[in-house]
């Protein structure tokens, strides 16, 4: 398996409240991805980077940021979260073109 | 916005038997990516087939895809229980190809 590993991998937390979710990878790769998943939304991107300081939006950016300061981190941050953004969040990695995404075990947020 | 739709979206078959599940999508693309989720697990990839391709093998695993009519197709011979689980087809954006679109799954239940 590749070496991907989500902390926490449960939170529940308060309307409003900063949450930020890690994903630490062991492999070099250079693309990671934040994915969140919703029953009958399959899988959806959030935001992805192809490199240290390098990221980019995806689909549902909205109220979600990321940082990538080290290869192996990538971090995402509910600045102030809301009941909506209950879900379970997915990191993968990536080496790029025709290639497969490799995914962590996912981190299950509750909002109340 | 999801670029693959998994089509039917939950099957249920006996141990030994086959199962069929299609995807179709919208745009062009450079490859197609099938996804297996056992439950609370990350993806984990099954195969990848480019779009010059028409069929790929791995196993027990049958993916065939036809770009005129923008659809594939994943068959599972001789089914077992440890096949249950939900299956996700996934394509590239066209220009982005490191950036994957995923369906929203077909949930596969092998009865024993």
């Known amino acids: 398996d590749a070496g991907i590993t989500q902390s926490p991998r449960h939170k529940v937390t308060e309307t409003g409240t900063p949450v930020t979710l890690r994903c630490h990878q062991t492999e070099n790769h250079r693309y990671m991805y934040w994915y969140r998943q919703d029953p009958g939304h399959g899988l959806r991107l959030i935001h992805y980077?192809?490199?240290?300081?390098?990221?980019d939006k995806g689909e549902v950016s909205d109220g979600y940021s990321v940082s990538r300061s080290k290869t192996e981190d990538f971090l995402l941050t509910l600045e102030s979260a809301t009941s909506s953004q209950t879900s379970v969040y997915f990191c993968?990695?990536?080496?790029?073109?025709?290639?497969?995404?490799?995914f962590g075990d996912g981190t299950r947020l509750s909002i109340l | 916005s999801q670029q693959g739709e998994e089509d039917p979206q939950a099957l249920s078959i006996q141990e030994g038997e086959n199962a069929t599940m299609n995807c179709s999508y919208k745009?062009?693309?450079?490859?197609l990516q099938w996804y297996r989720q056992n439950s609370g697990r990350g993806l984990v990839h099954l195969i990848l087939?480019?779009?010059?391709?028409r069929e790929k093998h791995s196993g027990r695993l049958r993916v065939t895809l036809d770009t005129s009519k923008k659809s594939s197709s994943l068959l599972i011979t001789a089914s077992r229980a440890a096949d249950t689980a939900s299956y996700f087809c996934a394509t590239d954006e066209g220009s982005n190809d490191y950036k994957l679109s995923f369906g929203a799954g077909t949930t596969v239940t092998v009865r024993a």
């Open positions: 745009t062009s693309i450079n490859n």
């Open positions: 993968a990695i990536g080496t790029g073109s025709f290639q497969p995404q490799h």
């Open positions: 980077s192809y490199g240290v300081k390098d990221t």
């Open positions: 087939i480019r779009s010059n391709e």
